[in-house]
């Protein structure tokens, strides 16, 4: 975050990790791991411990000498061993997987500098505000999905891959069936949501009286943390706790040069890390910067994310993304600057470096509580449904299928699905805009579509048509057919009509007064009304509608 501080825009983002990217990190690390150390080598290997790449029924115990050697490779230099000197050394699991994330972090950082130094932050005009909005609403009900198992008090198998939203809740319902819950952290869960829940509602609505509101946050974090201590929660009534909490930071390590040459995939999933996080970032900062009216600079942005990631990458951490979790909790406690995510910056270095321990017995169901309260504005911003639906309907659209293709198959992918869906309805409303015909409110200069503004009255003799969109190649077809319908006259057909009236009268077709001649008056005005009551976009069926109604009155009575 101090980081971000100097180079970011957004007055609410807070840099943290984020669910989505951290299981693609995982991911990413699996796979670059076994291209650093293909098949095993080099892997320190632990008794009891199987191999699966080696084959899945493969223990410690039946691995030969030979076998053993053979796992042995030059990745020792990598943590400043000379493998030539002590051949028996190798690297533990945890320090490879730790060095593959400092290389994929590295080079996703290294991605988002150069994009946003070369001004590729244009590419977020395609992040529309309904697609923004609908990928918050559906990170935050993902993160509502991950915390089950903390307020069941139960766990849940590792879950990944498409409708894991959905399995997350099948997987829940099932521990509930089967009684493998713990009644006390469903309490004290409840217990702690209610009490933040209404805390937070009491200091929205007191905004205006009272300056600072209640920190009930933390109060509940303290109590619970006490609570937990001195009345042995976790051993009296089984409620898990956070744990064990390391203090301080480990000291700088660079990433070894061998990930960067030893084959393409670490480089792969940094510039696909890279552009994922960036995307779920930029999202969720112009999401708050449209709640609360100010902007955000796209590229400027880009460069900070590239910042923090490459800084970072140096003091063993992984791709960093927004924090829609602790962006919430800024918001809900009235920070309007970065300078409140400074303040808590500054506060948790201090209790890193020096209390971090103390908070081990804090009850795991009430961080979860503490979240899904702060999410509750990312949730609700499905009440904007209905606005959309009124307004502009394919707004609506990619709301409904943003939404939809984030929770049926993931974050990242379901992102991908709404940009595209997003671009689609660009390009189909830019090949049929609508069109309708304009008339003049009365005792005004102003022209208004007469079908929607009452008064509007058409010019005698005037038909002024109005296309709402760029008119070129992909359009032109659908501009000629929605004008000559407008205004019911067809140069095509009324050439046919002049030339076959000239034949049969023997007088030339540029001769003839085509307006007057070959169409009457009564034709045009029955053509025209046969239009109005199709409304401004014309279907098949409504026409038909309209010239069943016209000929029924045109009949005479006594004949159905």
């Not at 001195?230 to 061998?258: H, K, M, Q």
């Not at 299928?401 to 991908?416: C, R």
């Amino acid at each position: 975050m101090l980081i971000y501080f100097i180079f970011g825009t957004s007055n609410h983002l807070n840099m943290s990790s984020q669910g989505a990217v951290s299981l693609l990190v995982g991911e990413a690390v699996l796979a670059g791991v076994e291209q650093v150390h293909p098949n095993g080598a080099g892997i320190c290997v632990e008794p009891n411990d199987t191999i699966t790449t080696l084959g899945p029924n493969l223990n410690f115990t039946d691995l030969t000498t030979e076998m053993t050697t053979t796992l042995l490779t030059t990745t020792m230099d990598m943590i400043g061993i000379n493998s030539t000197a002590n051949p028996d050394m190798c690297i533990p699991r945890a320090d490879a997987n730790t060095l593959v994330s400092i290389s994929i972090t590295m080079v996703a950082g290294a991605v988002q500098l150069l994009l946003g130094l070369l001004q590729f932050g244009f590419l977020t005009i395609y992040l529309s505000d309904p697609l923004n909005s609908a990928f918050t609403c559906g990170a935050a009900l993902h993160i509502l999905s991950s915390q089950l198992a903390n307020m069941l008090g139960t766990t849940l198998p590792p879950i990944s891959g498409v409708g894991k939203f959905f399995v997350y809740f099948v997987e829940a319902f099932k521990q509930i069936s089967a009684g493998n819950v713990n009644v006390a952290s469903i309490i004290v869960c409840l217990v702690s949501f209610a009490v933040l829940l209404a805390v937070k509602i009491i200091n929205e609505k007191c905004s205006k009286y009272v300056k600072i509101p209640i920190p009930i946050d933390i109060i509940v974090l303290v109590t619970s943390l006490l609570l937990s201590q001195f009345l042995n929660w976790e051993t009296e009534l089984d409620i898990s706790t956070v744990g064990a909490i390391e203090r301080g930071f480990r000291a700088p390590t660079a990433p070894p040069v061998e990930h960067f040459t030893s084959g393409t995939g670490i480089i792969i999933n940094g510039l696909v890390l890279g552009i994922i996080s960036y995307s779920l970032s930029v999202s969720v900062a112009k999401t708050f910067a449209v709640r609360y009216g100010y902007e955000v600079d796209s590229n400027q942005e880009m460069i900070a994310y590239g910042a923090v990631n490459f800084g970072m990458s140096w003091f063993s951490t992984f791709v960093s993304a927004s924090s829609i979790a602790c962006t919430s909790l800024h918001e809900s406690m009235r920070g309007k600057t970065l300078l409140y995510s400074l303040y808590a910056t500054i506060i948790t270095l201090v209790g890193i470096l020096t209390f971090a321990p103390v908070f081990a017995p804090v009850p795991k169901c009430v961080l979860s509580a503490i979240i899904l309260v702060n999410l509750k504005n990312m949730m609700m911003q499905v009440e904007q449904l209905p606005g959309l639906w009124r307004t502009n309907r394919y707004d609506f659209a990619i709301w409904l299928v943003t939404l939809a293709a984030i929770l049926g198959i993931d974050l990242p992918i379901g992102l991908l699905v709404g940009v595209i869906f997003s671009l689609a309805t660009v390009i189909f409303r830019s090949q049929a805009p609508k069109a309708y015909l304009l008339g003049r409110v009365p005792e005004t200069d102003i022209y208004k579509n007469v079908k929607k503004i009452k008064g509007a009255e058409e010019i005698e003799g005037v038909r002024v048509f109005k296309f709402d969109g760029a008119l070129y190649f992909a359009s032109a077809e659908n501009f000629r057919t929605r004008l000559f319908r407008q205004v019911a006259m067809n140069p095509k057909k009324i050439l046919a009509k002049a030339k076959a009236h000239a034949k049969k009268t023997g007088a030339l077709a540029s001769n003839l007064d085509i307006r007057t001649e070959v169409m009457d008056k009564e034709e045009i005005k029955e053509q025209l009304e046969i239009v109005k009551a199709e409304g401004s976009h014309p279907d098949d069926r409504a026409r038909q509608l309209a010239q069943a109604s016209k000929s029924k009155q045109q009949q005479p009575d006594g004949l159905g």
